[in-house]
Each structure stands twice: as structure tokens, then as C-alpha cells.
DNA sequence: CTAGTATTGTGAAGTATTTCACAAGTAAAT
DNA sequence: ATTTACTTGTGAAATACTTCACAATACTAG
């Protein structure tokens, strides 16, 4: 496998469309996708598409196009979802609740195996077939069920109390849901994700257009 | 307002941290903040900070800095925050019941107003104050309410039926938080949160470091 | 066997975005 | 008044990312 490169970020989420558009081609039971097909439904160029999985090796055949399902098991393999991965679920108020219950992680190698607060009422409790554990846990509870990703749900005020546990804890990559800017070593990725930037961005778009 | 000029997206999110910054920093006192300042505090550079508001004007002072409080208003009136917007949630399973309840959204300018959804069971019924309409209604109620953005948390079966009554609606923009790729003609801003592609991405860079 | 059509992989060219680096402005200290 | 320490705003340089364009390859038809 061809590491070490840098690889564009953008590069990486258009590797995950591809996966979805070629997982439908390969359920449609086509044999054959070209550059261009895979283009068209995902909103890019064909020369984008070419390029962006040239930086992983040379999957097509000149003339014919890919065969979808190699390219769904190399993306795959490229993305890092050839395997199953353990997600913890850091604070359980409405947003963490309703992820804990959706079927759309485990549907895509994402096994919820664990969660935490710090709240009396619900640490002791189960949802979802899981006991929820106090945070004061987690290095443990990390340690015991072999987790690696947190997914962080927590109002944004519990951040400062709970980041030097998150730290500590051997977690490999945090999913931020709050608005805080997480300070964590650089051996720890962290994504954002932000609701409410993205109304912003909204907000500047249709703004831009009086 | 000097508009016109093609903004990079990536600005427009880095304008959105800013804004948290300053106003962290205006609650704290400060009567001037320096492009260093926010720089650290937001995860880039000093130079990039001054690159990105010199965008839309020159707001600081040499020697100086910018003043907090001045900025603020200025980032926000870029942002298109300087009012408050309608909100339309689409789709009322956990997610999108748990966006309703959350305060968030109107903390911070966005008022959701209006709910959709097509089950027997939730249309007529009520949550967090809101009447739940049928879909089959949101031409009406969009205009009715003056609603311009919706938050689409629906399950992606279902956009295929609900797709041509968004376009239709008058809607101008769409927070879509299903995997689908929506076709919407251009007119409608869309912006993608993907939960499943940010955990991807997490994926892969963990797997990178073998 | 040749011509025609399709399609990849990839350097090179073209754009876009970020970083550099410095003139110009401000204030405080001496 | 002059020096020193800061700091912005912005062209120019550097870097990053996307698109172009074409040789190389594959297959089909005649």
C-alpha cells in the first residue's frame, strides 16, 4: 500500500461517495464502471476520479473501465473499512441518545460498544442493550473492550472537565460534536462536526445572493 | 458590502470559529484582539486570520488590532447573522426530533418553526410546541411562515418522494443529513453533513499510521 | 489485420488557497 | 523627537488542488 503521501482531505470524502455510488453499481449488478459514470452520479469530473484513486494505485483497465466490486473492496481497504471499528458515545443527552440507537453506524463497520456521562440519573442505566458508564470509567472501560474512536456528544460547558479523561484514555480519534475546539496531542485525530457552522454557511450563501 | 468576489468555502468556516472567539473574547472583556490571538486560539495563522477578513474590508488597526466587539458585528452581518432565520425540520425520527429540542440552534440566530413528516402516527401530533404537518404541505406552510432553509432528516428512502415537493416549496436552502446526493437545481443552496463520512475519514487517517 | 470507439493513468498546465514578508500605522518609553 | 515594540493589510511567492490532454490499451466490427 502506497503511504507516507499526503492525501487531500477532499480526496478522502470523495473516496467515501465513490464507495456508495459503487456499491449500488455493484448491487445493480453492472460489470463494468467507467470514470465518467462514477463522475456523473457524484457530482465531479472524470478526470477527479481517475486522479484521486491514481493516488492509491492503478485499479482500471485501459479501454474497459474498473470492475465495481474490486473497487469497492479496494476503497474499502484504502478507507480503512475492511475491518469493524469500536465507537464509544460520550454523553448521552439527546443527540447521543438518538445516535446510539440509529442503524446507520453499525449498517457501515461502526460497532457502538459503549457509553458514558457523568449524570446520575443515567450513568447505571442501559440504552440500547448498554449499560451507560460514568465517565470517571473510561480509561478502563477503553482499555477492557479495546476502543478506539469517542464520539462526543457532551454540552459544550463538560468539555474542559472531561477532555484531560479523553486524553488519557488510549483513544485513537475523537468525533466532536460540540462547538469547542479540542486540545488534544496530535496522536489523537480529531473531526468536527457542526450543526451549526453549517447553517452559517447556509446563511452565507443565500445572504451573498441579496 | 463588496460582494461579488468568489469566497472559499474553507473562509466561510474559518469566519464561523472566528466568531466564537471573539465573542469568548468580548464576554471576557478584551477591548482589542490581535490576528495572533485568534490565529492561536482557532487553529491557524496570523497571516491567514488578516487574508480572510481583508476579504471582505479592513477592519483592524495597525499597531493595534481589532477591536472584539466591532468585529463581531462585522463577521456577523458577512454571515448573514444579523437576523434571525426560519427553520423547517424534515423528517422526525431521533435525529431530527433530538435537533428540535436542541437550544442551540436558536442561541444562535436559527429559529425552527415549522415540522414535516409523513407518518400516520406523528402528523397532527405535537413536539416541543410545534404542530406536526404532512409533507404534502409544505408549499403552504413554507410560504405561510416565510421559511427559507429545511434540515432534511429524513430516512434516504425516503428523499426519492419528498425531493420534487422540496424543490417546488420555495425553500432556499437545505441542511440534507441523509447519504443521498440531492438534485436540486441551483437555485437551492444544499450543504451535506454526513456523520458515516466524517467517522470514514477518521478511518482512514487512523489506519494510515498503520 | 485494420479502423473505429472507448477508456485509463498521468505528466503538464491551469486555478485556488495559503504563507511570506514588508511597508505603513500606532502607541509608549525615554 | 526618536526609538522600540506591535500589528495590520496586501502584493508576491509558494504550495495545494483540479483540469487538461494525450499516449497506451482494449475490444468490436468488417
Do not use: C
Not at 473499512?81 to 469500536?86: G, I
Amino acid at each position: 500500500m502506497p503511504n507516507k503521501k499526503k492525501i487531500a482531505e477532499s480526496a478522502i470524502s470523495r473516496l467515501s461517495v465513490y464507495l456508495r455510488i459503487l456499491e449500488d453499481t455493484v448491487a445493480a449488478g453492472e460489470s463494468t464502471v467507467s470514470s465518467q459514470a462514477m463522475a456523473s452520479q457524484s457530482g465531479t469530473t472524470a478526470a477527479q476520479v481517475r486522479k484521486d484513486l491514481s493516488l492509491f494505485g492503478s485499479f482500471g483497465r485501459r479501454g474497459l473501465g474498473y470492475s465495481p466490486s474490486d473497487l469497492v473492496s479496494r476503497i474499502r481497504r484504502i478507507l480503512g473499512l475492511h475491518r469493524r471499528w469500536k465507537i464509544a458515545v460520550i454523553g448521552l443527552g439527546r443527540v447521543g441518545s438518538a445516535l446510539v440507537e440509529h442503524r446507520g453506524f453499525f449498517d457501515r463497520g461502526f460497532d457502538i460498544v459503549a457509553l458514558f456521562d457523568t449524570s446520575e440519573f443515567k450513568v447505571g442505566s442501559n440504552l440500547h442493550g448498554l449499560q451507560v458508564h460514568h465517565i470517571d470509567e473510561i480509561s478502563r472501560v477503553v482499555h477492557d473492550k479495546k476502543i478506539e474512536v469517542a464520539v462526543l456528544t457532551v454540552p459544550v460547558e463538560a468539555v474542559p472537565d472531561i477532555i484531560d479523561l479523553i486524553r488519557d484514555s488510549g483513544i485513537k480519534g475523537v468525533l466532536n460534536w460540540t462547538p469547542a475546539r479540542l486540545t488534544l496531542p496530535d496522536t489523537i485525530e480529531v473531526k468536527n462536526v457542526n450543526m451549526v457552522m453549517e447553517l452559517e454557511a447556509l446563511s452565507f450563501k443565500l445572504s451573498q445572493r441579496e
